[in-house]
């Protein structure tokens, strides 16, 4: 006969009960563990093992999906990652690149130009080398030897600069261009004086120098810091980045005394004053620059110039952008590459061979067939390394791209899409060197700040012109660069020139030729020259038939020889 369950023999059971299912669920998501593990191995793992501490703890791959690292702590994986996961928020970036403010409705070359270098910089540059000029003034014996510049001559200097990289004169002897036996460029004659460039290029300062030499104390670049600083800060305001920035050294030919003067076998000047430039990949637009000055004293300006460093640097103004990064193998490396994925930047770039995180099968192209390609997986990098010839293999690291896919565009080359990209993408820095040695506004000097003012006055044609073909309405007829710079020069000279025509201390035949010629300069239109007819002189009787081209100055009637007389321009 059953009974009836207390309360509390009821309670038991079900007490019972439940311990029993909890034990079942336990197994249950022991096995699905298991399972999720051997199907995708999140990269916690590997990350916990960089950070042993302890050379012997070792981690030995018994899996044949993985590669090991040299370092025996980092792996990848041999299959991609699943597809069906969030979308990574890679290259989104919240502002359209182009022009910001002003810079939107820019008409004219000068106009572009004065965003980049403007009327403070140029103030500064004339401060600066009036003090200077005060300075030796006394070495002269005549005043107006050494008479203190104006803002309008310094444009005019400027601008001769420029017309001297027009016409690729860098390395032409400068006396040659005042020559006035038809050789020279007639505009550096009208412009000023042989002896006067000369002193300009003597004499131009960028830095106060009453107290330059305890400001050198503690930096080396203090000669051009201020100056550089500023024309920086203006390429940074008048322009965004696209979605895809490349970041690359620069040489600037150099060969005088400079502590910091770099030696690159494969660039072709060898030797000269190196900078880090931060480059638009589309637009080839230079946003960020960075000198190279070795070891800085005790200060504020010593920073360490590691490859990861001096990256993070000039990316530190567009950190948590979206953009991506394209770099070679001296910047490229494995904690680099996650330390920008924290900042929202994405990498891709070629990996030097002695990385402790590259495993050994993607260090050598021998017993690999050319044209094939390996992959290495991580949560968000990528690892390629491709045989573009037999015996040759490039290894390149990604946090952009999360696949293993081959273009298609290249055909038999079979190139995997990261290659592709980085050879599109890495150029920039290039192109914009080659762009700024094509009208190349340096000339021979033994002052390096002169070398670096001359590397500005070349970028800022460079992103001027951009800036112009970039605006709401791009004038069709700027599209070429050397017409771009002509104008630009043309307007810088304007207004020194007219200054210059009215002197009355100038040769009269120089006057003359700068008040016929000022449309060169200005808007007004050419007069054109009235085409004189030979006529019958009107004193001498219509038998004689005497005809000339000489005219009165009153009367303005033709006459000969015999009825007129010459005066010279003072008593006339």
């Known amino acids: 006969m059953s009974r009836y369950l207390s309360y509390k023999e009821e ?67 041999k299959k991609e990652p699943r597809k069906n996961v969030r979308t990574p928020a890679h290259n989104i970036i919240s502002k359209l690149p182009g022009n910001i403010g002003e810079t939107k409705n820019v008409s004219s070359p000068i106009n572009s130009w004065t965003f980049l270098i403007d009327e403070s910089m140029i103030s500064i540059i004339v401060e600066c080398t009036n003090t200077f000029i005060r300075s030796i003034a006394c070495k002269f014996g005549r005043e107006r030897d050494a008479n203190p510049k104006k803002i309008s001559e310094i444009k005019a200097f400027i601008g001769l600069l420029y017309f001297g990289g027009l016409h690729k004169s860098s390395h032409v002897n400068v006396k040659d261009l005042w020559a006035t036996d038809g050789t020279g460029i007639d505009i550096f004659h009208r412009t000023m004086s042989y002896k006067r460039f000369l002193f300009l290029m003597r004499c131009v300062r960028f830095d106060d120098i009453r107290d330059s030499s305890s400001r050198r104390e503690m ?53 000269g004053i190196k900078n880090f430039a931060l480059v ?23 920073v360490e110039n590691g490859p990861d460093k001096t990256v993070k640097r000039l990316l530190e103004p567009i950190f948590n952008s979206g953009r991506n990064l394209t770099v070679d193998n001296w910047y490229t490396s494995y904690d680099l590459a996650k330390d920008l994925l924290k900042k929202k930047i994405t990498l891709v770039g070629t990996v030097r061979k002695n990385k402790r995180e590259l495993p050994k099968e993607f260090l050598s192209g021998k017993k690999r067939e050319q044209y094939s390609t390996l992959f290495g997986f991580q949560k968000n990098l990528t690892l390629v390394s491709y045989v573009p010839k037999k015996n040759k293999c490039v290894v390149l690291l990604s946090s952009m791209h999360n696949g293993g896919t081959i273009d298609a565009s290249t055909g038999e080359a079979k190139k995997p899409e990261i290659i592709a990209f980085y050879n599109l993408t890495k150029g920039a820095v290039e192109v914009v060197d080659e762009m700024s040695a094509t009208y190349s506004t340096a000339r021979i000097s033994k002052r390096w700040p002169m070398v670096i003012f001359f590397s500005m006055l070349n970028i800022a044609t460079v992103n001027s012109h951009i800036i112009l073909l970039s605006s709401n309405t791009p004038p069709v007829q700027y599209k070429k660069r050397s017409l771009f710079i002509n104008d630009l020069s043309l307007e810088l000279l304007k207004d020194h020139l007219q200054e210059r025509s009215m002197q009355a201390t ?51 009637k033709n006459v000969c020889g015999e009825h007129s007389s010459v005066v010279c321009c003072k008593c006339l």
């Open 11 to 77: 309670c038991e059971i079900l007490q019972k009960l439940l311990a029993e299912v909890s034990t079942d669920e336990e197994s249950l998501n022991e096995e699905d563990e298991e399972i999720v593990d051997e199907e995708l191995i999140s990269d916690h793992q590997s990350n916990s093992e960089e950070e042993l501490d302890s050379d012997s703890e070792v981690y030995v791959c018994e899996s044949t999906d993985d590669y090991v690292g040299k370092d025996g702590k980092t792996i990848w994986h």
């Open 219 to 271: 930096d080396k670049l203090a000669p051009i810091r201020n100056i550089f600083e500023m024309f920086v800060a203006n390429c940074q305001k008048v322009q965004t980045l696209g979605e895809y920035v490349t970041i690359d050294e620069k040489l600037e030919p150099f060969r005088g005394r400079c502590s910091f003067r770099q030696y690159m076998p494969n660039k072709p000047a060898k030797y």
């Open 280 to 302: 638009d990949a589309r637009t080839f637009y230079t946003w960020n620059l960075e000198i190279y000055a070795g070891t800085q004293p005790a200060g504020p300006y010593n």
């Open 506 to 556: 100038l040769p009269r035949q120089l006057r003359d030729q700068l008040n016929c010629n000022r449309s060169e300069n200005c808007d007004t239109p050419p007069q054109k020259k009235q085409k004189i007819s030979r006529k019958r002189c009107h004193v001498c009787p219509s038998t004689k038939d005497r005809k000339s081209q000489m005219c009165c100055s009153a009367c303005k």
